[in-house]
């Protein structure tokens, strides 16, 4: 029976408390003493990230493919259509210029009368402090608009507790792709 375990007596009760009163203590002072300095949380800073997206639709290079639909090709938004991607991300608007990271996830056509996507992207960067670091946008992306804001809900890496948004704007599209300017503002620690 478990309750016959617990101390019968007061002063073992009271020996039991101390004893695990002493146990957290020592745990907290090694988190937050380890060497007698008082430890604050890590200063949060804010980046400015600056790239562009490429997402190419057909060809040879694709980076994109439609996973699921809902089946209707009448439909003017592509309503129900999802899309995986693995798009490259570059420092200068041609697709040649130096790689920086891949965005990849997914975005899926979620409006009925206006193109509207919902992304649900990781972009992972592969450049000097950054590499291996990725920030993670969720948003609503009216991608024929000529500007539109999503939301970063997280990161890792160097962007560890991100938060932000990214604001992203159409450099140039044709039929084969869109290469897209993004401006993203993130605090992290
Ligand atoms: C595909 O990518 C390769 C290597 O980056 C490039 O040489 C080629 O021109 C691209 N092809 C097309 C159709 O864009
Ligand atoms: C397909 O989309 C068109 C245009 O939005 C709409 O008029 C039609 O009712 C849709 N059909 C089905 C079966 O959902
Ligand atoms: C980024 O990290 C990967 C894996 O750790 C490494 O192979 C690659 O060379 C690194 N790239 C740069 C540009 O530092």
Known sequence: MAYSLLPKSSA??????????????????????????????????????????????????????????????TSATGFGDVVMIDDPLTEGPELSS????????????????????????????????YNGSSLSILGRNTAMRPVREMAVVGGSGLFRMARGYAIARTHSFDTNQATVEYNVYVVHY
């Not at 009271?14 to 949380?41: Q, T």
């Not at 920086?100 to 996507?117: C, D, M, P």
């Not at 992972?124 to 402090?129: C, D, P, Q, R, T």
């Open 12 to 73: 073992c009760t009271i020996f039991l408390f101390c004893f695990f009163f002493l146990v957290a203590v020592a745990v907290d002072a090694k988190l937050v003493h380890s060497d007698g300095v008082l430890h604050r949380p890590p200063k949060e800073k804010t980046s400015h990230l600056h790239f562009y997206f490429h997402d190419i639709v057909r060809g040879r290079n694709q980076t994109v493919v439609r996973v699921a639909g809902a089946g209707n090709r």
């Open 98 to 129: 130096k790689l920086v990271g891949r965005a990849q996830g997914l975005y899926a056509s979620s409006g009925l009368q206006e193109t509207s996507l919902l992304m649900a992207v990781n972009y992972v960067f592969m450049e000097g402090k």
